[in-house]
């Protein structure tokens, strides 16, 4: 095959053809991964509300205190047939809900190892191929292994998404500079709540409309597409890139260091680190609230304020919305903050992390007294 320069034709032709930096794509690809991600994991807390018997709930509303709201009209009723009727107590939903992070806690450093030695690039691809089989899968292994199956693909789908974070997050620091990490990983992280309002809304309206299955088999498919076209597009480096333009390459060369060794893991100053353990802290506190808003909010829009599969996916999809629009506007106010040196990169992400914390806190315990005012919309 004849080469221009230095590069084959085909390769020639496709950096012609790419009209945007590669570490632009290299983001976005990653955003897109963050979606169909979620969209696995978080379907789970719409489907489950299919998969277990409807609880009858024969009295009215009682204004004195009785904590559950009158049902929805019309669409609850005209589907109750469609519904599945497993007898699985709320202890058993409530761990079938929350097992997928024992996995995920598991893979998470093993998965930072992996893609620290092998490249990123294959370590991401790899485990949302995993996790799209396990979603796709999943309506079949309930059908033959009812709960156990379930549980034991929820745990294998955790494991497989433990990866993603460390990976995705060597493959940024290749490839994005320290000047556009706070816009371009915000646009890239954002994909996490991003992919909860396509989860949300999605398997809202496919579970009104469809059979249940059908809701895993999209994402799951979807999530496989991800796969390959990430494989074909994306690397682990610049180096690595076929098409990237040399002018690009320069760039990120000189603003990246190249690690040219693979360097031992310093694990006693890790553990011992102060700084890390406060940020240990606080995401814990952030993974406490976030994660089972995400888990368990269907459930309460479900069986206490009894809104219908097609409203609680619209509705429990708005936090997430305002989630998605804050992390940009948050991503671009962080980035030039810093760039016309208002405040230091030090002051501003402990500033951030301070409001983030502490304004949640106060909306969510306000939010508990909100269910009466919720029954009365009705």
């Not at 789970?44 to 609880?55: Q, S, W």
């Not at 997430?320 to 030090?346: E, K, P, V, Y």
């Amino acid at each position: 095959m004849m080469a221009v320069g230095k590069q084959p034709i085909w390769q020639n032709r496709c950096t012609r053809a790419c009209l945007l930096p590669i570490r632009i794509v290299v983001a976005t690809m990653g955003f897109f991964g963050l979606v169909c991600a979620f969209t696995n994991r978080v379907s789970i807390a719409h489907i489950i509300l299919e998969l277990v018997a409807h609880k009858n709930r024969t009295e009215p509303i009682d204004r004195k205190g009785s904590g559950v709201c009158e049902p929805e009209g019309g669409v609850r009723a005209d589907r109750m047939h469609q519904r599945s009727n497993h007898e699985w107590p709320e202890s058993l939903q409530g761990f079938i809900l929350g097992c997928f992070y024992i996995g995920y806690f598991v893979a998470h450093i093993p998965g930072g190892m992996l893609a620290d030695r092998f490249g990123a690039k294959w370590v991401l691809g790899i485990s949302m191929l995993c996790s799209a089989l396990c979603t796709i899968f999943t309506p079949l292994i309930v059908e033959i292994f009812h709960e156990k199956g379930l549980i034991a693909v929820r745990i294998l789908m955790g494991v497989a998404q433990g990866s993603i974070f460390p990976a995705l997050t060597v493959l940024l620091s290749h490839w994005v500079p320290p000047r556009e990490r706070s816009t371009l990983g915000a646009f890239c992280y954002s994909g996490v709540s991003a992919g909860t309002v396509v989860s949300n809304l999605g398997s809202g309206f496919m579970i009104h409309y469809l059979p249940w299955g059908m809701c895993l088999i999209v994402f799951g498919t979807a999530t496989m597409f991800w796969m390959i076209a990430f494989v074909l597009i994306c690397a682990s480096t610049p180096n690595e890139h076929l098409f990237i333009r040399p002018g690009e390459k320069a760039y990120l060369k000189r603003h990246i260091p190249v690690q040219k060794e693979i360097l031992s893991t310093p694990w006693r100053r890790i553990l011992f680190s102060k700084a890390l353990i406060a940020l240990a802290i606080s995401q814990m506190g952030h993974d406490w609230g976030f994660f089972a808003i995400v888990s368990y909010l269907p459930k309460y829009m479900s069986d206490v304020l009894q809104f219908s599969i097609l409203s609680n996916g619209i509705m429990t999809s708005l936090p997430f919305i305002a989630l998605w629009l804050s992390s940009l506007i948050c991503g671009f106010l962080a980035d030039w903050l810093i760039r016309t040196r208002r405040m230091t990169l030090n002051a501003e992400r402990k500033v951030f992390t301070f409001i983030i914390f502490c304004a949640p806190r106060r909306l969510s315990t306000r939010s508990a007294n909100g269910r009466s005012l919720v029954c009365r919309m009705q």
